[in-house]
């Protein structure tokens, strides 16, 4: 994935090889989301290195000069969708859970650690919180009307201004981490006061510098 996405960045904007190199790596990731969802524990021996490239590309320095809006979409989405994952979520008692269960779920809850999710909500609010100068205008024009999104359907799944929304959300975790949930919010409320007046614009910080993961 990384040498496509090198080699997307060699091809000058607005060619034809580039737009193809695009289409083949949402293509890829729209293999692996599908592979999820109607096959969920086959896919968990993937589980590991797709949150690792995901969290790698989207959320470290890793994917810097890298990144095309619809591939950190697909990322994004990637991420949650293996988190909120409901064949992953373990019985209340836990000596019911089927063993598969356990272990997807033990995976999930060893890779989010505390300087992950310390880093997702740094580049959170430093990198995708940020307003576009165009936003800034429509914000400044109509708040409120600014604050209401197209919800309806799937149409949050390619929007990447509600999908940032959704990280920042304590339901991104399962409950079985709710120590690692108060960190990355305690995180995130630390690096929003970054924002003046609560708001960001895209020159206003700069992202921070990356974690191992």
């Known amino acids: ?3 496509i996405l090198w080699k997307r ?7 034809v090889c580039r737009e193809k190199l695009e289409k083949t ?14 096959h969920p524990f086959p896919f968990i021996p993937l589980i590991q290195r797709c949150l690792e490239f995901s969290v790698s590309f989207v959320f470290t320095a890793a994917g810097d000069g890298l990144l095309f809006e619809r591939f950190i979409v697909q990322c994004m989405n990637l991420i949650k969708s ?7 979520r373990p019985d ?3 000596e019911d859970s089927k063993p598969e269960v356990l272990e ?26 940020l307003l576009t100068e165009e936003e800034l205008v429509m914000w400044e024009e109509d708040p409120e009307g600014f604050a209401v999104e197209e919800t309806g359907g799937d149409s949050w799944k390619y929007s990447l201004r509600i999908l940032s929304s959704m990280f920042s959300s ?28 609560g708001i960001c614009s895209a020159q206003s910080v700069s992202p921070s510098p990356a974690v191992t993961l």
């Open 1 to 3: 994935m990384w040498v």
């Open 9 to 15: 960045g060699q091809v000058g904007v607005g060619s």
């Open 25 to 38: 790596i949402i293509l890829f990731t729209k293999v692996l989301l599908d592979f999820l969802e109607y």
């Open 82 to 88: 293996i988190v909120k994952n409901e064949a992953y």
């Open 92 to 94: 209340k008692n836990i």
């Open 104 to 129: 997807a779920h033990k995976i999930k809850t060893a890779f989010f650690t505390h300087p992950t999710l310390t880093e997702i909500a740094k580049r959170l609010v430093s990198k995708y919180f």
């Open 170 to 197: 304590v339901c991104l975790f399962p409950s079985a981490v709710f120590d690692l949930e108060r960190v990355f919010l305690k995180n995130l409320l630390r690096w929003q006061l970054i924002c003046s007046g």
